[in-house]
């Protein structure tokens, strides 16, 4: 069983292959269910944090790593659990 798959980046220039973690991957979908329940565009919840739309992007594809401390600030502006992010 693979618990990480991988994802092409650039890198100095050259296309290479990074490990996903999987974790962010549910965190990543769980963000986007609950957006999209309040009806809220990427750059409405960047505003949240405040990072890009492009952050947000890159969060819901499980690409980026999103920090506890973003976790809990977006948990307050969606109102809803930390919890919610990992079920």
Same mark, same amino acid.
């Given at each position: ?10 890198? @100095? @220039?050259?296309?290479?292959?990074? !490990? ?7 965190? @990543? ?31 819901? !594809? @499980? ?15 969606? !109102? ?8």
């Amino acid at each position: 069983m693979q618990l990480f798959w991988r994802h092409p980046i650039w890198i @100095g @220039g050259r296309m290479t292959e990074r !490990k996903l973690d999987p974790i962010d991957r549910i965190i @990543g979908v769980n963000m986007r269910r609950l957006r999209l329940a309040r009806d809220m565009s990427q750059t409405q919840v960047g505003e949240l944090l405040p990072v890009t739309f492009e952050q947000i992007r890159k969060y819901e !594809k @499980g690409i980026n790593a999103i920090s506890a401390a973003n976790l809990a600030r977006l948990a307050v502006g969606l !109102k809803c659990t930390m919890e919610e992010f990992l079920t």
